[in-house]
């Protein structure tokens, strides 16, 4: 059979949806502009045969495979690292940014072009004097401790997190790996969390990271007493996290001997095994040196990011990491609820490229706000009510009786709840709703189920079969 001549439109097509487009795009979202009508494995060939021939630049890997057109090349990312900056924010952003943090993000979303390449400044930690310097205003470190105080106080380390550890496995495990681009839903994750039961079509890659982050919090819990910034936590947290999704198996709690690159943004990381080793052993002795529980915390979060000192998952590091004081010393742990994937990255893009802190700091703050309402209840630090949760109060009414009504369990729940918001909201709402609904379900008790005008009969039979 003679191979079908494939016409110039059919390249221009493509070419078209990519078009000004300045943050690049995944295949699905090509897809979608081209209408599902296109067939997907002619869209895979075509694009497959555009990188080949130079016509656009292909970058990350899997998932996180996104595509552009020149001269806005991203570097391709080596050891798995990447900073995927996505076309299409989450639906919702960040409320109340400093005018810093709203300046740095302004700075980071710039075509890449845009922004001069930088590496890596020594002297951005060098300069961090412990109890000297500080990254948090003496305002902000009481304002969080205030709200993550815990009656535990005087208890032995990791009293207070042990009584909420189902809990904190759920959400930080889930939020930080949402943070990471994983697309299972919060339902889903607490599936395989407590059942073992893999989400259908999703990747084993993303049921692996959540399983390595609900070990590598229990490590911490468990080991509360002995955690802390040096080698040992560090380099076993990142085992954890890492195992079974790097490359090189040895690779796991191995401090970084190659050279790395980061897709989506001009930033590079620190090269020569000497010299990350040594600035990996500064940065631990500094941190371990910090007094306030919440700028180690914070420190954390700035400088193992920047200095890279894994092949790959020292973001998850991070944030993990950014729980050691925590953990430790009986506070409010920190679990990211409800942090937008964009303005996270943006904050850490901050920090890679202009050593600027205020657009993460504005993000940890509000973060630990979020975090010590839903652990403490501490309900002043929320503000206002939610205003998208008051615009969609009858949809959520409606969807969280309904599956109460039908009896629902944990699958029919998730297929449910996915079809419902395809439906009835458009595409930039429907993450952000299909999170407000899983925890609203996720919530429920003896206690508050009548709001959604459910018999009690109704309730103990949904309830049973949801156990």
């Given at each position: 059979?003679?191979?079908?001549?494939?016409?110039?439109?059919?390249?221009?097509?493509?070419?078209?949806?990519l078009d000004g487009v300045e943050n690049g795009a995944s295949l699905s979202e090509i897809w979608s502009v081209l209408g599902k009508g296109y067939p997907l494995r002619s869209l895979q060939r075509r694009l497959h045969e555009l990188v080949e021939t130079g016509r656009i630049v292909q970058a990350g890997a899997k998932r996180g495979t996104r595509y552009f057109l020149p001269p806005g090349k991203m570097p391709q990312a080596t050891g798995g690292a990447s900073l995927k900056?996505?076309?299409?924010?989450?639906?919702?952003?960040?409320?109340?940014?400093?005018?810093?943090?709203?300046?740095?993000?302004?700075?980071?979303?710039?075509?890449?072009?845009?922004?001069?390449?930088?590496?890596?400044?020594?002297?951005?930690?060098?300069?961090?004097?412990?109890?000297?310097?500080?990254?948090?205003?003496?305002?902000?470190?009481?304002?969080?401790?205030?709200?993550?105080?815990?009656?535990?106080?005087?208890?032995?380390?990791?009293?207070?997190?042990?009584?909420?550890?189902?809990?904190?496995?759920i959400d930080l495990t889930w939020n930080s790996s949402r943070l990471e681009g994983n697309t299972y839903s919060l339902l889903e994750t607490e599936r395989l969390l407590d059942q073992g039961e893999s989400a259908e079509g999703k990747e084993r890659e993303?049921?692996?990271?959540?399983?390595?982050?609900?070990?590598?919090?229990?490590?911490?819990?468990?080991?509360?007493?002995?955690?802390?910034?040096?080698?040992?936590?560090?380099?076993?947290?990142?085992?954890?996290?890492?195992?079974?999704?790097?490359?090189?198996?040895?690779?796991?709690?191995?401090?970084?001997?190659?050279?790395?690159?980061?897709?989506?943004?001009?930033?590079?990381?620190?090269?020569?095994?000497?010299?990350?080793?040594?600035?990996?052993?500064?940065?631990?002795?500094?941190?371990?040196?910090?007094?306030?529980?919440?700028?180690?915390?914070?420190?954390?979060?700035?400088?193992?990011?920047?200095?890279?000192?894994?092949?790959?998952?020292?973001?998850?590091?991070?944030?993990?990491?950014?729980?050691?004081?925590?953990?430790?010393?009986?506070?409010?742990?920190?679990?990211?609820?409800?942090?937008?994937?964009?303005?996270?990255?943006?904050?850490?893009?901050?920090?890679?490229?202009?050593?600027?802190?205020?657009?993460?700091?504005?993000?940890?703050?509000?973060?630990?706000?979020?975090?010590?309402?839903?652990?403490?209840?501490?309900?002043?630090?929320?503000?206002?009510?939610?205003?998208?949760?008051?615009?969609?109060?009858?949809?959520?009414?409606?969807?969280?009786?309904?599956?109460?009504?039908?009896?629902?369990?944990?699958?029919?729940?998730?297929?449910?709840?996915?079809?419902?918001?395809?439906?009835?909201?458009?595409?930039?709402?429907?993450?952000?709703?299909?999170?407000?609904?899983?925890?609203?379900?996720?919530?429920?008790?003896?206690?508050?189920?009548?709001?959604?005008?459910?018999?009690?009969?109704?309730?103990?039979?949904?309830?049973?079969?949801?156990?």
């Open positions: 059979m003679a191979k079908r001549r494939i016409s110039k439109e059919e390249y221009e097509r493509v070419l078209e949806a900056k996505t076309a299409a924010p989450e639906g919702y952003s960040l409320p109340g940014l400093s005018a810093e943090g709203e300046a740095i993000r302004r700075e980071v979303r710039q075509p890449i072009p845009a922004r001069h390449p930088v590496g890596y400044r020594r002297e951005f930690l060098e300069s961090y004097r412990p109890n000297t310097t500080a990254y948090l205003t003496p305002g902000i470190r009481r304002h969080l401790a205030e709200l993550g105080r815990s009656s535990d106080e005087k208890s032995p380390a990791g009293t207070y997190a042990r009584h909420i550890l189902n809990r904190l496995l993303e049921a692996q990271m959540i399983l390595n982050h609900k070990a590598a919090i229990e490590l911490l819990v468990e080991d509360a007493a002995h955690i802390g910034f040096n080698r040992y936590t560090i380099c076993n947290l990142h085992a954890i996290l890492a195992d079974n999704l790097l490359k090189d198996p040895q690779a796991g709690g191995r401090v970084r001997e190659i050279p790395v690159q980061i897709g989506g943004t001009v930033f590079h990381p620190l090269e020569g095994p000497q010299a990350i080793a040594e600035c990996f052993d500064q940065l631990l002795a500094t941190a371990e040196a910090i007094v306030d529980p919440f700028e180690q915390a914070f420190f954390a979060m700035v400088q193992i990011p920047y200095l890279q000192p894994f092949e790959d998952v020292n973001k998850r590091v991070s944030r993990l990491a950014a729980n050691i004081p925590l953990i430790r010393r009986n506070l409010c742990p920190l679990s990211f609820i409800d942090v937008p994937t964009q303005d996270y990255i943006d904050g850490v893009l901050g920090v890679y490229e202009r050593n600027r802190i205020e657009l993460l700091r504005d993000i940890f703050v509000w973060a630990y706000e979020r975090s010590s309402a839903r652990y403490a209840a501490v309900r002043q630090s929320l503000g206002e009510p939610d205003s998208f949760r008051l615009k969609h109060r009858d949809l959520l009414r409606r969807m969280v009786g309904e599956i109460i009504r039908e009896g629902m369990d944990r699958s029919s729940a998730i297929r449910y709840i996915q079809r419902e918001i395809e439906s009835h909201l458009p595409e930039p709402e429907r993450a952000r709703m299909v999170e407000i609904v899983e925890e609203e379900v996720m919530g429920l008790h003896e206690g508050n189920f009548a709001r959604y005008r459910v018999r009690p009969s109704e309730f103990q039979e949904w309830r049973a079969r949801w156990k």
